[in-house]
């Protein structure tokens, strides 16, 4: 029997994916490639479509949705075969501040970055990432407005952040927060589809303090289920930046649709056994509150239909973690003590698991999180 972390390896310009103590569900996987990129690997007689990006330092990359059995090797083997995808993953603008992500023609991430206007503040203080279902019928997140009015989609911010003598939130409570730079890659084919944004975090006074590289990859699995990976780097621009709050005012968060709010009572979340009978917090500032919780999942409904939405924290992400919990529809973790030095940088990675119904139970996370240590 394999190690608990599946491995990947490249032998003879083949792919090997090791399982550890879990199956491997439809994992993305990638691997440095010389030479050109095949369309398919094959693998047990089956065709799997490919997907080539070249990373920012000059490699070029190789992606597979991989498949295999605990404790087993799979190898995937590049075909000749002209095109073996089945389904196309690709962005269209829908106006000058959204831009959508469609699986198939199918709604499945909108990224929602407006300028940022005074008259407005509000509606304008930060960018967004809004989730749609895996059918792509509705969207299960929260935009502008509703309760908590800052709290949208998949955001990220801290309500207490201070360097020099300037204390700053890009939570919530400030007139403006983070605005969209730019736009540095932006990712379509029949593996994955996704972007990288730059965003400025910036002080009332409009002054850039730090600027963040925000990736996002969009994977679908056999069954409709969505894959979202999410990595942040927030560089500092100022001197040492202290990222302050707490649980339920830092990190990265997920805010689930207002319908949400309005029927809490049929919201739960699933956790790690040693968590499972820990009561939901409905205090501010609980120091007690589960750290170094590897997933969690909330599940909750939206227009009559329930969906299950995980949340992994990559285990090289900074040890200390807090998880917050809110039934009406807010989630995510806040990682204290950080402190970025001038041009020294602070990188968060998490995946969410999207999927319709609340068939999910704990062993399948675990299973999950096993999957989302590929290549760590």
């Known amino acids: 029997m394999q190690g608990k972390a599946p491995l990947v390896a490249i032998n003879n310009n083949s792919v090997t994916v090791t399982a550890g103590i879990y199956d491997l569900n439809a994992t993305p996987v990638a691997v440095d490639w010389e030479g050109a990129i095949p369309t398919c690997m094959e693998s047990n007689g089956e065709l799997i479509a490919t997907q080539q990006e070249e990373a920012e330092d000059g490699r070029s990359l190789l992606w ?53 206007d005074s008259k407005r503040a509000r509606e304008t203080m930060k960018p967004f990432h809004h989730v749609y279902a895996p059918d792509g019928s509705r969207l299960i997140t929260k935009g502008v407005g509703g309760n908590h009015s800052h709290h949208r989609g998949i955001f990220y911010g801290y309500n207490d952040i201070n360097f020099g003598d300037k204390n700053v939130s890009t939570w919530g409570s400030g007139p403006r927060s983070n605005e969209h730079a730019r736009l540095s890659s932006e990712w379509s084919g029949p593996v994955f589809g996704g972007h990288e944004v730059v965003i400025d975090w910036v002080d009332e006074d409009g002054e850039d303090f730090a600027e963040e590289a925000r990736k996002l990859r969009v994977y679908r699995r056999p069954g409709g289920e969505m894959v979202i990976d999410v990595e942040s780097e927030l560089t500092s621009k100022v001197g040492p930046v202290e990222l302050g709050g707490d649980h339920h005012h830092g990190g990265l968060q997920f805010r689930a649709a207002q319908y949400v709010y309005d029927h809490s009572d049929l919201s739960q979340f699933l956790r790690p056994e040693e968590w499972s009978d ?39 992400n900074p040890q200390g973690g807090q998880m917050s919990e809110r039934l009406y529809g807010r989630f995510g973790e806040f990682v204290p003590g950080q402190v970025i030095d001038e041009g020294e940088s602070l990188t968060l990675r998490y995946r969410f698991l999207i999927s319709s119904g609340h068939e999910v139970d704990r062993e399948r996370m675990k299973k999950e999180y096993s999957a989302y240590t590929v290549g760590s």
């Open 278 to 316: 820990f009561p939901v917090n409905e205090e501010m500032n609980d120091e007690e509150w589960f750290k170094d919780v590897s997933w969690n999942a909330f599940q909750f409904v939206v227009d009559g239909e329930p969906y299950t939405v995980g949340y992994f924290s990559h285990p090289q």
């Open 64 to 116: 597979i949705m991989a498949e295999a059995s605990a404790g087993e090797s799979r190898e995937f083997i590049p075909s000749e075969r002209a095109d073996c995808s089945s389904s196309t993953f690709e962005w269209e603008a829908v106006s000058s501040d959204v831009s959508r992500l469609l699986i198939d023609d199918l709604p499945a991430v909108e990224y929602v970055h407006p300028v940022f």
